[in-house]
């Protein structure tokens, strides 16, 4: 993806020295007070569930948690980064990650941690839903069977690849618009978007994502999130992804 003229090495360098200011936030963004309610051009997005829908294989409290506490802190770390920003308020989130070499070294660990945060858990809220589950379905089934070795070979690497995140990350699937599917692990708050590759669906393995259920039990996790996956909105990524429209 080129950067977009409005986007320019120029242009993001200008943003003033405001942007020193919130080069310390990460600190906050990792911890589960609840923030103030975001105000910025970012939002939090609705969910098509509630807290309470993907039960018994995640609980309603940390579902609670993760969404109005950890997704909104994000939110709001971004919308601090982008409060004296002009160039940083007016970018999709897609390309300021897309782009995150070219936003100001400054700047850069606000987009990197509260940006990443926010679209991966963007797409994790997604992609996920009540009486889902299941083996996949559509051309998403033949894509996981033709680049991933078939679904219960992918289930196990995708597993053991969750399990090998050191700390706190997400393991991912990506997708190009070939439609070719690749598995890629991630630490932190990193996306895939950051190394220019398209995010087809992924599973958050931070503990805050499982802990108050499964304790350090993420093996248990990663097996039982299998049951609330949304096939259906995989699918709907994939035909956006193959026609170039894929963001978060």
Do not use: C
């Amino acid at each position: 993806m080129s950067i977009p003229t409005s986007l320019s090495r120029r242009s993001l360098f200008g943003l003033g020295a405001g942007a020193v200011m919130v080069a310390a936030a990460p600190r906050v963004w990792a911890q589960a007070a609840a923030p103030a309610a975001p105000a910025g051009p970012f939002s939090l997005p609705k969910r098509a569930y509630e807290a309470a829908a993907l039960e018994p294989h995640i609980d309603a409290t940390t579902m609670d948690i993760h969404y109005t506490r950890h997704h909104a802190a994000y939110v709001a770390g971004l919308n601090a980064a982008a409060k004296d920003n002009g160039m940083i308020a007016k970018t999709p989130i897609n390309e300021l990650l897309a782009n995150i070499t070219q936003v100001p070294e400054a700047l850069r660990p606000a987009i990197r941690n509260a940006g990443g945060g926010h679209a991966n858990h963007t797409m994790f809220w997604e992609i996920m839903g009540p009486g889902a589950g299941g083996a996949p379905t559509g051309d998403v089934a033949a894509a996981i069977t033709k680049d991933l070795g078939g679904f219960d070979k992918f289930k196990t690497d995708f597993e053991a690849a969750g399990l090998r995140v050191f700390g706190s990350g997400w393991v991912f699937v990506t997708v190009d618009k070939a439609g070719k599917l690749a598995l890629l692990p991630r630490p932190n708050q990193d996306s895939p978007i950051m190394d220019k590759h398209m995010v087809l669906f992924g599973n958050d393995v931070w503990e805050h994502a499982y802990y108050l259920k499964y304790q350090n039990r993420r093996a248990d996790y990663l097996k039982n999130w299998w049951n609330v996956v949304n096939w259906a909105k995989v699918n709907e990524r994939y035909a956006a992804a193959k026609a170039g429209k894929l963001t978060v």
